[in-house]
């Protein structure tokens, strides 16, 4: 396979992630070895893997005509971020207050980066046993529904005029199926000084474990999504760079090896790390010699966004369900479920998803 130059700068970058380098610099020093095009072509990977910041970041010691008009693209991009952050920053000052006051446990997900990527929501996780009085505590303090109360698992909620969704979760969920459990996230919760981007009075915020945060992503992206980003591999390689064994552990724990070697056989694509290699253990159970086989027959060049073949996706689910003794009871909240436009959903997704592997 003939390896481009945007290709080895980006498994360069992510191997500087892994390793704990300081991969602003490496990807700096990778595109100005790139001709114009190729460095053009890497700075829109990574703007389309939601690594906008760092797309412009790395145009910024190079010139040239085109190369001046992508930065002007992205640096309006960039400017929009910057205002999306100090939007998050007062929705997560916002609850860090609510919480504090209510003595209510809980940990933030899946919304603070590495990378400077700003998401459209702030994900924050629960116990059930909380729901009711979070939701109260929340609009006491100026935070308002925009979902149905009753959908517990993920419920958002809007503070004031701010465009910011706080998404109050009591589970991670698909179809009201369980993709990775809660607990995950709640269990060993650090509570951190976070200082805003505008700021410098910051506040705490109780997050999720690094190793349960890498582990959550994954389950997102392979079970949820269906689909890995580069700004995914990026994230999981730097949170899990001194622990990956940590990660190999809690993927046993609560059923998700398969989704984790997905992941892994994706990442491994990029780039060739020993870390990895150690992630891909794909067992001899006739779903994960399927998975296995599906990956084989995937093109050898992985094109970030890569979506994932949908047999992959559902085996990573099952996979988790008959490892935890949840099949059982996924099948019934499924039948059960109230939210009958999802199923709608699913059936189109699944169509649209049949037909793209055709």
Partial sequence: MIVTGQQRAIATFLEAVARGRSWHVVLREEAIRLPTQEALLLARVLDANRLTRLAFETLTPL???SIRTLKAELKTKVRMMDEALKSRDEVLRALS???????????VF??????????????VMINLSDFSPCLEALQSQGFRLIDDPSKRYATGLVFGANPIILDLHTDLAVLGVRYAPPELLLRDARETHYTPSNSHEGFPLRVAPEHAEALTRIAHAIVKEGNVTLLDVAEVLRQTADGASDIGASAKEVGLELAVSAFSWVALHAVRLPSLSQWLDIRDTALHSMVKGVLARMDGEVTFPERMPLPVVLAALVDRLIETGELRTAFRAFKALPFKRNIEQLRSRVIERIASQV
Avoid: E, P
């Fill in 97 to 107: 207050m609510t919480f504090s006051q209510s003595d209510i446990d809980y940990a």
């Fill in 63 to 65: 010139d040239g005509s």
């Fill in 110 to 123: 899946k919304t603070l980066n590495g990378f400077g990527s700003i998401g459209v929501d702030v994900d």
